[in-house]
């Protein structure tokens, strides 16, 4: 920029900036600082290093971490904290100490921290010497041999197999005392509960309602004494909050039951996914507070959904697999298997009123055949399980000889591929192959052979409807001699 004076000369004003500028001594811009800097990880995320920084000792790997133990062991031992705080906690403190510790490890870490606080760091020995009080026997039982007192006890099974039913007869056999003090055979101890607790979360009051009246739990009064109802519409879950509403009336009523119906909603409104590992964290809970004043947790689980008849106990349930870890006993009702299969696989019988009960989980082992009557609200024992099921599809095959259904009434029930198999092979007066029915019916190959299977485990009067015989090494049917015989007395 420049500008005319009075003398006619030009002044130019930017030339004169930049004489000066260069004139005067220029800025010194600091220098970075390379010398190396000490932080504490627990006070923020570690900068990136420069080029130049020492790379990491062992020493200082092993500061990071005692120092991470200590924050641990300060968490572990705050009982006011409870496992699910602890958990976020020591997340927080290992993120900020570069060592992130899993799910898995931080379960394990409160696990071995609860080992320490119930059992002592020493090795318990029990000699000649010293802890033979160990044996004197004390009731460690409510239900003899069934609910273990003090312990987390389990009743898994399928959605429908009766759990919440079979828990309410229990819990009738205890609170009712003009019932007989047993359950299943097994002696009941009432004077080890004060009060019951249920926490029914999988159903409304069309579900429960029907149940606690049928097993006696309430009646026209309401309910009986010392058993206490909490809703689903109280919220509840295991999670901090609730967990101390449920310690205020524990603190009231030592030595009593809680019951959980079931994990799987006491956990899903709580945000954690039941294959995690947090669920340890959670039942770890339930179990402190129950533990603390002598209360005992029975918990209703769901099992996997290819449970069958013969898939029973522990590995049957569904959930992380830390959830047996926690329990003193395990108790799974099963459906029986329908005679028949399909595809080859088990189909539970969800019409029967029996049931496969397996318990033993760390007691002596029990296998019954038990039978629930609803509407009555009550459950018995058919004993041992196979020697019950055999007898008792024995006597079905003798009923089923004296059976005054015809068979015309048999045959008419068969389903529309069955039955014009059946027809088509009824026709014959000798056996036939699988083809020669196809190719002179016209019918579905696959529906022939699915179909003859089938008529071959059809029964009527303990007789197959069919036979199969093997003729120049190929397979043939043929409609038996004495269906045929009852068709003949028939018409």
Known sequence: MSIQNSDDHEVDFDFIDFQNSVSETAYEEPLPNLEP????????????KSRRSPEPTVEGYKAVLLELQSKITEICSDDLLTSEQKTDLIKFASRQSGHQLTDNRIVQVLLEHHSRNKYGSDLILINSEQGSQWFEHGESHIIEDLITKGELNIIGGLSGAAKTNFTAMLLSALLNPEREPRFLGYRVNRDQVNQVFFIGLDG?????????????????????????????????SISSSNLDKLETRLKEHPNSIVVVDSLLAAISSSGVDENSPMMAARIMDLKL??????????????QKKESTQEFTGADSLRGHGSIPAFAGQI?????????????????????????????????????????????????????????????????ADIDDVFDTTTIHAVVGCLSAGKRAVFDALYSYEAPVSQATLVADHSLNKGTVSKSLSALKEERFQGTPLIAEIEADGSKHYEVTYFIKQKFSEDY
């Open 37 to 48: 800097q000490t932080s504490n990880p627990f006070k923020g995320r570690k900068t990136s």
């Open 204 to 236: 409304g009051r069309n579900v429960y309602t029907p149940i606690f009246r049928n097993t006696g739990l309430i009646n026209e009064k309401g309910a009986v004494p010392n058993f206490n109802f909490i809703p689903n519409e109280s919220g509840w």
């Open 289 to 302: 507070v129950c533990e603390r004043h002598n209360a005992t947790p029975i918990v209703l689980a769901h």
């Open 331 to 395: 108790i799974t009702l099963n459906f029986l298997d329908q005679k028949s299969k399909v595809n080859g696989k088990a189909i539970p019988d969800r019409k029967s009123a029996k049931r496969r009960m397996v318990a033993g989980h760390r007691g002596t082992p029990i296998d019954l055949l038990v039978e629930l009557d609803f509407e009555n609200g009550s459950v018995k024992s058919h004993g041992d399980f196979y020697d019950a099921l055999f007898a008792i599809e024995a006597q």
